[in-house]
């Protein structure tokens, strides 16, 4: 398949800056584990303390660092789409999030985000700009 370059800097655009969106929430588990804490209770009606959700968030950001690095682009890209799909399924189940008012608003973020997630995994042989995968310097610690 020849190379499109425009195609693929958009892929990279999207890539990286999807990892950004969801660097910030991994993050926040990490430094900010209370409020963290205070999202799950308040929109997964779950109450876990603060090393559960540490550790959640290291493995996150491990996750999003290697899709980032387009590093095993079927498994990271996939677990970045099936994070943000359990994400939004939760919050839409949560009866927070697509309703009116400025906070329902907010959440209509994630709705383009969901469809650019998508799109990443589907096109994941495409996305070569900057990728481990692409660049073959993974090859043997995929097999």
């Keep these: 398949m020849p190379r499109d370059p425009k195609l693929e800097v958009s892929l990279l655009l999207m890539r990286l800056t999807l990892a950004a969106f969801m660097l910030v ?33 290291i493995v996150q950001i491990a996750v999003i660092a290697a899709f980032a690095a387009g590093f095993a682009r079927f498994w990271t890209y996939g677990a970045v789409l099936l994070l943000h799909t359990v994400d939004g399924i939760d919050l839409c189940s949560a009866g927070k999030s697509l309703g009116g008012g400025a906070r329902g608003l907010l959440f209509w973020a994630a709705v383009p985000v969901l469809a650019a997630a998508l799109a990443l995994f589907l096109l994941r042989d495409r996305d070569r700009l900057l990728s481990v995968d692409a660049a073959g310097w993974a090859r043997g610690l995929r097999q």
């Design 25 to 57: 929430w991994a993050v926040d588990k990490v430094i900010a584990p209370d409020h963290a804490q205070a999202v799950f209770a308040r929109y997964y009606f779950t109450d876990l303390s603060h090393q559960p959700l540490v550790i959640i968030g």
